[in-house]
């Protein structure tokens, strides 16, 4: 495998399992430092001997994105391990799915929490260090839930913030040689969805044929399909994509 980020360093917020871990290891096979960022101690030590088993450059850090004081400490900590800081991937997210007359302020206020001040704090730490190398890239996770999701207020408003706040950022940083897009996963086989499915009382490998029928690719996604997407953009040689939302979700439509 190319080595096309070999220098460079990666902090993916949520970077545990799933969708983080996914893109974490893409990247480090592809030769980048990486610091995951999770709150879930349990399973940042099953990523860290995950990673140091396969011989990749990884630190892990427990932290809450929604503390800014805990995301500035551990941008800080992963630029004094590894030199710099040339990758953001805010991913950390959360599920508190209801019907909006269910919905408690708990749920609502969980869920904008994490998604959209978690990613505010990591995108405001690291964007210092970026403008000062003249190079950054910011992905963000977004989802198709985007676009309006059943039982889903609270998760389909932040997603469709961060492409909002995506679009933003890539204005205000464009001139910093730093570029700012995200991108918005279909259906994808993670724990997360596995409780999607648990709350819809449906086995899993139910809930994912079902889904699958739905999608024209006939398939359901895997982590590693994001992972891709993310790639794309964290290259260098994606500096003129910015701003720009990209769904992968096996089809044109969500």
Aim: aromatic fraction near 8%.
């Amino acid at each position: 495998m190319s080595k096309r980020f070999e220098g460079r360093t990666a902090l993916i917020t949520g970077g545990s399992r799933g969708i983080g871990k996914a893109i974490a290891k893409q990247l480090a096979e592809e030769g980048a430092n990486i610091a995951l960022l999770d709150v879930n101690e349990e399973a940042l030590n099953e990523a860290k001997k995950y990673f140091e088993n396969s011989d990749l450059k990884v630190i892990t850090m427990q932290a809450n994105v929604v503390s800014s004081q805990d995301v500035q400490s551990a941008v800080d900590e992963a630029v004094e391990a590894f030199g710099s800081l040339d990758i953001l991937v805010n991913n950390a997210g959360i599920i508190r799915d209801n019907l909006l007359f269910k919905m408690s302020e708990d749920d609502w206020e969980q869920v904008i929490d994490v998604h959209l001040k978690g990613s505010f704090n990591a995108a405001r730490s690291v964007q210092k260090y970026m403008v000062d190398q003249k190079f950054g890239r910011i992905i963000n996770i977004s989802s198709t839930s985007a676009l309006g999701n059943r039982g889903q207020a609270n998760y389909s408003t932040v997603k469709a913030g961060l492409q909002g706040f995506t679009k933003t950022l890539a204005l205000e940083l464009g001139k910093f040689g730093i570029t700012c897009n995200a991108v918005a996963p279909g259906f994808i086989e993670t724990e997360m969805t596995k409780a999607t499915a648990e709350r819809v009382g449906i086995p899993f490998e139910q809930f994912i044929e079902a889904r699958a029928n739905e999608i024209p690719v006939k398939r359901s996604g895997q982590p590693e399909d994001i992972a891709n997407a993310v790639a794309f953009f964290a290259d260098e040689k994606s500096s003129f994509v910015n701003g720009q939302v990209i769904y992968v979700a096996g089809g044109p439509k969500a």
